[in-house]
C-alpha cells in the first residue's frame, strides 16, 4: 500500500567539543579541516542519492530535515544552508519543512542563531541534560546552567518559534526532588516541546568508571519510575501535552521529524553511521569519519550494512515504534498496509498485557496505558 505520509531527511554531524563521559553516539572531536572536508562529502552523498534510490522521488516529497549529532551547531550557518540546498535541489526538501538543528549551549551566540534562522533552520533541540551544575559536571558537559537558561532567551530572539530542551534523568547521585528541579527550570523557560529521558549508563561508558571511582550510584528503581512520573504530570500541568513516551509538546510543536520513525515512515540519512529506510530497505553508512570521507571521495559506496526488511518485520516494527505515541497506534491501517489481519497475528499475546493494564484497544486503535509507557518494554516484546 504506498504511503501517504511524507519522507523525511536526516543529516548526521559527528563533531563535538568534547567527549561527555556517557556518550553511545557516533561522534569524534572537532577539527575544522576534517569539518570542511565533511560538510562537502555530505553534499555530494545528497546529490548523488537521486540516482542511487530513485524511489525515493516517487513517494510525497520530504517535509522535514534534522540535523543530530554529535553537535551540529558547530558547522557554520553557511555550511547549513548548503546543505539545506543540496536538500531541495535534489531530494525536493519541501519550501515548508520543518528544519531542525541539535545545538548545545556553549556552541552559541544570538549572533550565530539569527545566522542559523537566516540560513533555514526554523527549528532548535537543545542539549540541557540538567540546571544544576553539579550534574552537569558530572557527565562531562561543557556548559552550564545559566548558559543553558540564557540560550532559550537567545532563541527567541533570533526568531525561533519552535524551541525544544532535552533533559536526562536518574543522573548519578541525583534524588527525586533535584531531578524536578530541573523539570521546574525547564517549564519556566516556556519551551515548545521537551524530550525527557533516562540515563543509560553503558557497559563501556567513562561514566561506568567515574562512578565507581567516586563512589555515585544511580537512585533505586522505583525513584527512576517516580522521576518519569511526576515529570509527565508538571509538563502537563505546564500545557506541554505527552505524546510519546520520553516527548511533550505544546500543540502544533511535535516533532515532525521524528514522527516518521515513530509512523513507519521512510527517510534518507546521510553522513557517519546514519541509518535509512526506504520500504523493504534498511541500510548503515559506515562509522568512522575518515573512512565515510575517503568513500565519498573515492566516489564508492559509503553502505557498511544493509537488509531487506519483510513484510513482517516491518510490520513489527510499526507496531513497536507506533506504540511509543500516546495517541497509539491503528490496527486497521497497519493491517490494510501489510495485507495482515494484525489483531489475528498479535492479539493472543497482546490479551496478558491488557488484563494487567498495561495496553488498552478501543475499536481498532491499540495504546499503552500510562502505566504501561513505564513498562514499555515488557509490551513491546511481543513484536521482536
Ligand atoms: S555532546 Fe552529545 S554527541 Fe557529543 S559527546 Fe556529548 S553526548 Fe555525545
Not at 133 to 138: F, I
Not at 185 to 197: C, F, G, K, N, T
Amino acid at each position: 500500500m504506498p504511503r501517504s505520509l511524507n519522507s523525511g531527511l536526516y543529516v548526521h554531524i559527528p563533531f563535538c567539543a568534547s567527549i561527555c563521559n556517557y556518550c553511545n553516539f557516533t561522534r569524534s572531536l572537532f577539527d575544522p579541516d576534517l569539518k570542511r572536508r565533511y560538510v562537502d562529502a555530505l553534499v555530494a552523498e545528497i546529490r548523488e542519492a537521486p540516482v542511487r534510490w530513485p524511489a525515493f522521488l516517487e513517494r510525497p516529497e520530504p517535509d522535514t530535515l534534522y540535523f543530530g549529532g554529535g553537535t551540529p551547531s558547530l558547522l557554520e550557518p553557511e555550511e547549513i544552508a548548503r546543505l539545506i540546498e543540496a536538500g531541495r535541489t535534489s531530494l525536493g526538501l519541501r519550501g515548508e519543512s520543518e528544519v531542525t538543528l541539535e545545538a548545545n549551549p556553549e556552541t552559541i551566540s544570538v549572533g550565530r542563531l539569527r545566522r542559523f534562522r537566516g540560513a533555514g533552520v526554523n527549528r532548535l533541540s537543545f542539549g540541557v541534560q540538567s540546571f544544576r551544575n553539579q550534574e552537569l559536571g558530572r557527565l562531562g558537559r561543557l556548559h552550564d546552567a545559566e548558559r543553558a537558561r540564557e540560550v532559550v532567551g537567545w532563541a527567541r530572539e533570533a526568531g525561533f518559534d519552535n524551541v525544544s530542551l532535552d533533559l536526562m534523568m536518574w543522573l548519578p547521585q541525583q534524588s527525586v526532588s533535584q531531578w524536578l528541579e530541573s523539570v521546574d527550570e525547564l517549564i519556566a523557560l516556556h519551551p515548545d516541546h521537551a524530550s525527557l529521558y533516562l540515563l543509560e549508563v553503558y557497559p563501556n561508558a567513562p561514566l561506568r568508571d567515574d562512578m565507581a571511582r567516586a563512589g555515585w550510584s544511580q537512585a533505586p528503581d522505583e525513584d527512576a519510575a517516580a522521576m518519569y512520573e511526576e515529570a509527565m504530570t508538571r509538563t502537563e500541568v505546564a500545557g506541554l501535552e505527552q505524546y510519546e513516551i520520553s516527548n511533550v509538546a505544546r500543540p502544533g510543536k511535535r516533532a515532525r521529524h521524528n514522527m516518521k520513525y515513530w509512523r513507519d515512515g521512510d527517510w534518507l540519512a546521510f553522513g557517519c553511521g546514519a541509518h535509512s529506510t526506504l520500504d523493504e530497505a534498511r541500510w548503515k553508512n559506515v562509522t568512522s569519519t575518515l573512512d565515510y570521507l575517503a568513500r565519498v571521495e573515492a566516489g564508492d559506496s559509503v553502505i557498511a550494512e544493509r537488509r531487506t526488511l519483510r513484510p513482517h518485520d516491518r510490520l513489527g516494527e510499526a507496531l513497536f515504534m507506533g506504540l511509543r505515541l500516546t495517541d497509539g497506534v491503528d490496527l486497521r491501517a497497519l493491517g490494510e498496509r501489510y495485507a495482515v489481519d494484525v489483531w489475528a497475528a498479535y492479539g493472543p499475546r497482546l490479551e496478558p498485557h491488557l488484563e494487567a493494564g498495561l495496553a488498552r484497544k478501543t475499536g481498532e486503535c491499540l495504546r499503552l496505558t500510562r502505566r504501561g509507557r513505564l513498562l514499555a518494554n515488557e509490551v513491546m516484546a511481543v513484536f521482536v
